[in-house]
């Protein structure tokens, strides 16, 4: 076994491979940007080296200076976790010239399954089922199209060495095949390198499944069963589990064979994962192969009872599969969820800046946390805007959905946005409790899994009122024993009058509205109001997590956390509210008056502009497309209008807020 070992990556899958190394015994090296300098995956290596600028590509995607390191600091392995260089057949290479061995598949196996296009051609070989369509190397937009026709409708367009849902479109109708080409090529180029695409027919409300498999120096190779992964927006998956609802018995041993076949194909060593598309009708074809570990490969630990870090690590050391085929047993549900620094209700921006909170429920048998942040730690703008997973296990599938919505509901982000929310409802949704979901059904429906603007009930607002004056009145009690008067009643938080009770005002306020309830009474007793609606809530205690209280006589125990700044609290359909707390005699509203001018969302470069002063546009109309957080974002016009000034061009970097278009005053 190793016993210096690099890790070529940064965050969660960096803290991840440490914990592994740790267990093991063996010394880890990090590296670092200049944004990471105090990130956690540095903070719990044992030693860790600076490799560049904030930038992935001056520094985590910098394979010569990552060698640099690896040879100064004895490095005997270097682990490239996912994303950046794991699957970069060059960096391979050059680990194995240098006589450092490289923890995952021969470079010859990356190279091999890295192009999407060469991949399915050497499937075919195999035998391993394929979806019709064109991956051969003629790119001519004409011949391309050609192809589409032949292929037929709808169609989807892949980025040929690429993954991650980049450089994906589906194209329904033959007069939209040019220009999502060219956006799909476009996006191809700047994630990869490479404009290269591929055409399959698109199957229809298709389910993803794919199957983690494992190789071994020694010539075997065996799956470890399958994670379904058909909840995705944009083709990014939200919610991974195993089992898959919808194989059985015979289905499953027929798709764990292909996936052998596709790793022995290309004589795979180490782990990787195959991915199928399955029909409706249980038909499946192969997609593509990861040749690294996934994002998702916790939920295969978990019912498998195995560490798959220590599997690489024990492979690329020489040793073989610790268990052989008929040696894997399953038992129990898993489902793992990503916690995002995103705005969900913004179209799901991505988001950056300091986690002024960060609670997360805490580990247990049931529950599993993979993070790469901390509170007070910040996420920065360079890098993929994930705090962190959380992964739930039980004895069958439904219990493990009760664990996901009690894990969810034990979760609060203060900072950035985040798609906490999204989730909960996500783990509630009918389509995923019922294990029906396909991969375009969050895409089809995607406003069932986003709260809105809609305004919370009003027993939400007696209940967060009850729980925010019980907690000025505890802070009150806790000033007033430290006073010199402990015992004075001005010391009270009791709005106690002169021959009446004193009215208090608890001003709450969500997306920019404000919701003023009053209240009259005291420790635990209050009759209050908002608006036209009167409730008289009794016996309010709040123990920090939970308030139980009577209201109008019906008694409710309500998830709450409160402070002086805020409330969060799940109603009785698990549904969150996040309520800040705002002055009780003064408010200024948040709505924006702005209609004038279309800024940027984010830091990013700009793609394509679209515009140019003296245009009519359309409320709605695409003006500008700028590539922020590995993404392309579509700017849209605010209002109707005609265009005054356009401040940016294709190639600019701009900042978050500077303003890219000015229109007419009207």
């Not at 080296?49 to 001056?58: H, T």
């Not at 001519?140 to 994906?168: H, N, Q, S, V, Y």
């Not at 359309?618 to 849209?636: D, R, S, T």
Request: glycine share 10%.
């Amino acid at each position: 076994m190793f016993e210096r070992v690099l890790i070529a990556n940064r965050g969660e899958i960096a803290c991840r491979v440490i914990r592994t190394c740790r267990r093991l015994g063996i010394r880890t090296i990090a590296v670092y940007s200049e944004a990471d300098a105090d990130a956690q995956h540095v903070r719990l290596a044992d030693e860790a080296f600076p490799i560049g600028g904030p930038r992935p590509a001056d520094s985590y995607l910098r394979g010569d200076a990552i060698l640099a390191v690896a040879k100064k600091a004895g490095a005997q392995a270097i682990h490239p976790g996912y994303g950046f260089l794991s699957e970069n057949t060059d960096f391979a290479r050059a680990c194995s010239d240098a006589g450092i061995a490289f923890i995952g598949p021969r470079p010859e196996s990356i190279e091999a399954m890295g192009s999407k296009a060469a991949a399915k051609a050497l499937m075919e070989t195999h035998g391993v089922p394929l979806v019709p369509g064109y991956h051969g190397d003629n790119q001519d937009g004409a011949f391309l199209a050609e192809r589409a026709a032949k292929t037929g409708f709808p169609l989807m367009i892949k980025a040929a060495a690429g993954g991650g849902g980049k450089g994906m479109r589906i194209v329904r109708k033959e007069a939209e095949f040019a220009g999502a080409l060219a956006s799909a090529q476009r996006e191809a180029q700047s994630s990869f390198g490479d404009a290269r695409v591929i055409l399959e027919r698109y199957v229809e409300h298709p389910r993803h499944i794919e199957f983690q498999v494992f190789g071994d120096s020694q010539g075997n190779v065996i799956h470890l069963n399958e994670r379904e992964c058909s909840a995705q927006r944009r083709y990014q998956k939200v919610l991974e589990e195993t089992p898959s609802p919808f194989l059985d018995d015979a289905r499953r041993a027929a798709m764990g064979e292909a996936a052998v076949a596709a790793a022995k194909a290309v004589d795979y060593v180490g782990a990787g994962t195959v991915e199928f598309i399955v029909a409706p009708t249980g038909e499946f074809f192969f997609m593509e192969m990861n040749t690294r570990l996934q994002v998702e490969h916790p939920v295969t630990e978990l019912t498998l009872g195995l560490d798959l870090v220590e599997w690489q690590l024990r492979v690329a050391a020489g040793e073989p599969l610790p268990l052989s085929q008929n040696q894997i047993r399953a038992h129990g549900h898993a489902i793992e969820v990503r916690l995002y620094a995103e705005d969900p209700e913004q179209n799901f921006l991505p988001g950056s800046g300091k986690l002024l909170r960060l609670r997360l429920p805490a580990p247990s048998e049931h529950v599993r946390l993979d993070g790469g942040v901390i509170e007070g730690d910040t996420v920065t703008i360079f890098y993929d805007p994930m705090i962190a997973k959380l992964i739930v296990f039980d004895a069958d599938r439904l219990r493990a959905l009760l664990r996901l919505r009690e894990a969810l509901a034990a979760c609060e982000i203060a900072g950035p946005k985040s798609n906490i929310a999204f989730l909960e409802r996500l783990a509630r949704h009918p389509a995923v409790v019922e294990g029906r979901i396909d991969t375009g059904y969050l895409d089809r429906h995607l406003d069932e899994f986003l709260v809105g603007d809609v305004a919370p009930p009003d027993y939400v607002l007696f209940a967060a009122a009850a729980a925010a004056l019980l907690h000025d009145e505890c802070a009150a009690m806790s000033g007033a024993r430290g006073s010199s008067d402990p015992h004075s009643p001005w010391a009270q938080a009791d709005a106690w009058r002169v021959g009446h009770e004193g009215r208090r005002l608890v001003a709450l306020e969500r997306h920019g509205h404000r919701y003023e309830v009053e209240a009259y009474g005291h420790a635990g007793h209050y009759r209050m109001r908002h608006g036209d609606d009167r409730c008289e809530v009794s016996g309010a205690r709040h123990d920090g997590e939970t308030l139980s209280a009577r209201f109008d006589g019906d008694a409710l125990r309500l998830a709450v956390r409160a402070d002086a700044s805020r409330v969060l609290l799940h109603d009785v359909d698990g549904q969150r509210h996040h309520l800040g707390r705002a002055a009780a005699y003064a408010w200024e509203s948040s709505d924006a008056a702005g209609g004038n001018q279309l800024v940027a969302p984010m830091p990013g470069r700009i793609v394509l502009v679209k515009a140019a002063a003296g245009d009519e546009v359309a409320e709605g109309q695409e003006l500008i497309v700028m590539e922020a957080m590995k993404m392309e974002l579509a700017l849209k016009a605010p209002r109707a209008g005609t265009i005054e000034s356009v401040s940016a061009s294709q190639g600019d970097f701009v900042e978050a807020d500077a303003v890219l278009v000015r229109f007419a005053t009207e």
